[in-house]
């Protein structure tokens, strides 16, 4: 509605100023379809047969790649791995050198209080590698949870990830499990040459020592999986079951 208002002119005359008020433009909601969640990806069987599909989580699998945090959580994790093995003696842990070698003064020669100071042959080692020193880095849980999801969207963007309905061996006989990565040749055929890194659901006996006389191919716990061994083979086996799994432990 327009309003009045008085006000006074130059002159000093009271004249009518009129303020028209504009009324807010009211935008079309714009018409959005239901949003489609997760990613649409085959599931084989054993023998390396598509028998169907499934949605991969976009909580897991739909994240964008992060690299400078990847790289910080892998660093991390081989830092807080590493052994510290180098250890030299300083003068005070080698053996001997208690007693002084010549008198103070009257020999002519340099004075010493022990055969084991760093000068002599024998003696400690200054500023030598020694066990005391700590390489371990501190990385918040959620940075490395981040960091693992984004790796596992890596793999799925990828495509170097593979989905198995199930995974069962009869027994442990390695012939067995180089029948089943046969059939896995047939999705991707330098998976015996770049290797793979298969995730289990619980733990399976058969397959873990099936696998161990493999070159290249490694097993893992679900509940043990990070960045370093996933980022170490290029596929990542995983069944169906175990999709789930992962949401449940690592997507809060």
Do not use: C
Request: charged share 35%.
């Amino acid at each position: 509605m327009p309003t009045s208002k008085k006000t006074k002119s130059a002159s000093g005359e009271k004249t009518t100023a009129t303020k028209i008020k504009k009324e807010p433009i009211k935008k079309e909601k714009e018409l959005v379809g239901p949003k489609e969640e997760g990613l649409q990806y085959a599931i084989y069987d054993q023998e390396g047969q598509e028998i169907g599909k499934m949605q991969l989580p976009d909580g897991i699998f739909g994240l964008k790649r992060s690299k400078s945090l990847i790289h910080q959580v892998a660093v991390a994790q081989m830092a807080n791995a590493r052994q510290v093995l180098a250890h030299t003696k300083d003068r005070s842990e080698v053996r001997g050198g208690g007693k002084k070698p010549w008198r103070q003064k009257g020999t002519g020669r340099a004075r010493h209080g022990s055969t084991r100071s760093p000068l002599w042959r024998g003696g400690g080692v200054t500023f030598g590698p020694t066990k005391e020193r700590n390489f371990s880095k501190k990385i918040n849980k959620k940075m490395r949870r981040k960091a693992l999801l984004a790796v596992l969207s890596g793999k799925a963007r990828d495509n170097e990830l593979i989905v198995l309905d199930k995974l069962q061996l009869s027994s442990s006989k390695t012939k067995e499990m180089i029948r089943v990565v046969g059939g896995l040749t047939k999705i991707k055929e330098d998976i015996i040459r770049r290797g793979a890194l298969i995730a289990l659901i619980e733990k399976d006996n058969n397959v873990i020592r099936a696998v161990k006389n493999i070159s290249k191919f490694e097993t893992i716990g679900i509940g043990s999986l990070n960045v370093v061994d996933i980022l170490k083979r290029k596929y990542f086996v995983v069944t169906k079951d175990a999709v789930g799994k992962i949401k449940e432990l690592f997507v809060k």
